[in-house]
Every structure is written in C-alpha cells, then in structure tokens.
C-alpha cells in the first residue's frame, strides 16, 4: 500500500480533530504530502471508522493513484498549498490542516484579520488574514486562500473555518490549534470589554524569536 505509514497518520490527525473539537461530523479535512504524491481524507466518511487503505492517494495533479473512496471536496485547497504555497523561511511544506473551529469561525465572520490579543499570533506569521468568502471546494476558495497565506503558514477562511500547513501533520495541526485558541481568547476578552493589542512590531519581533524556539 502506498504511504501506508503517512494514511496511517491521516487516520490518526482525523480523528484527533474531532476529540480536539475542532471539527463536527465529516467536516474538516487533511492531508500529507511525500514527493508528488498526497494522502488525503475521503470525503463524507465517519473519521471514527477510517482506516489507512481508506485514505485515498493522489497525484499533485488531483489524478487518482491509489484507493477506492473520493477525496475531500476541499481537495483543491490543499493541492493549491502544496503546488504554489512557500513557507516564510523556506521549509518544506508536507501537511496540511483545514478545520471548521468554533471560535476561529466566529472570527472570520466579525474582522479581516486576527486581532494580536495574544503572541502566539506568530505561530503563524506577522499577522492572520482571513480569506474572503467562497463556496467550499471551489477555485475560487483556494485562490482567495493562497492570497491570505502570503508570508504565512496559516489563515481564517471567511465564514468558513482555517487552514494551516507545517513540516508534518504535527506541525500543522499544532498551528490549527494555537490559532482556535487564539480566537477564543480574542472573543472571550471582546465578551466582556476592549481587549489591549500587541502592536505590530512586538509580533514581528516574537516571529524572529520563534526561529530559534524549541530543541534543536
């Protein structure tokens, strides 16, 4: 089976989406990529009953490989990161996580761009767009994305949900979550007053610290 060990993980990410709360049902989908080949969700099945040999496998064209289930609808999203999408500091990009998130949703229905209530803003970039307003699975909504994602690794889809991409479903996932919890926090403190921003300088300045974070 190919990429037996990346559908593997798709399985896994799959359903961690929806333990995590940041999907409902079907919604949502991912995806990784290992040289020009792509595993991706199928599209409308229960993330519970997945298994690896029902992850279908895809050419960055979007031609069938391997695997007997449709791809996600959003299919066009994901290829379009992989195909014309550059990570700021040049990393290669191997997953990508598209989430329907409740806070992050809400968001993308009020501004057009994520408030800096918070630092880990930087997780994505020196700010978080959001994309106007397409029909799911179109062109269009990848187009639109592409533009936000400009210098970053992460956007809100306008009415819709975000969409992150890493070196690995770890990493993507990572940012769909710093950036749901982000928004909570944005409309938590918005509930009850006017949230303080950090300024546009100080999440430039956490974006060159996050270069050297972690082990190495």
Do not use: F
């Amino acid at each position: 089976m190919l990429l037996a060990e990346h559908r593997e993980s798709v399985c896994d990410y799959a359903r961690r989406m929806v333990s995590d709360g940041l999907v409902v049902g079907t919604s949502g989908n991912l995806s990784v990529r290992k040289g020009d080949l792509v595993a991706v969700t199928p599209t409308g099945v229960d993330y519970a009953s997945l298994r690896p040999e029902d992850i279908p496998v895809l050419g960055l064209d979007g031609s069938p490989v391997e695997g007997d289930l449709l791809p996600t609808s959003e299919l066009p999203m994901h290829l379009a990161v992989y195909r014309e999408a550059s990570d700021p500091d040049g990393a290669d990009i191997t997953a990508v996580v598209h989430t329907h998130s409740t806070h992050a949703v809400a968001v993308s229905t009020l501004v057009d761009e994520v408030p800096a209530v918070h630092y880990l803003v930087a997780t994505i970039g020196e700010s978080v767009r959001v994309a106007p307003y397409a029909t799911y699975g179109t062109e269009e909504l990848a187009t639109n994305m592409l533009a936000a994602l400009e210098g970053r690794r992460g956007c809100l889809l306008g009415n819709h949900g975000t969409l992150t991409y890493g070196a690995g479903l770890a990493a993507a996932y990572s940012r769909a979550q710093q950036l749901e919890w982000v928004c909570q926090v944005w409309l938590t403190a918005r509930s009850v007053g006017s949230p303080r921003l950090l300024p546009r300088e100080e999440i430039e300045h956490v974006v060159d610290r996050l270069r050297g974070y972690g082990q190495k």
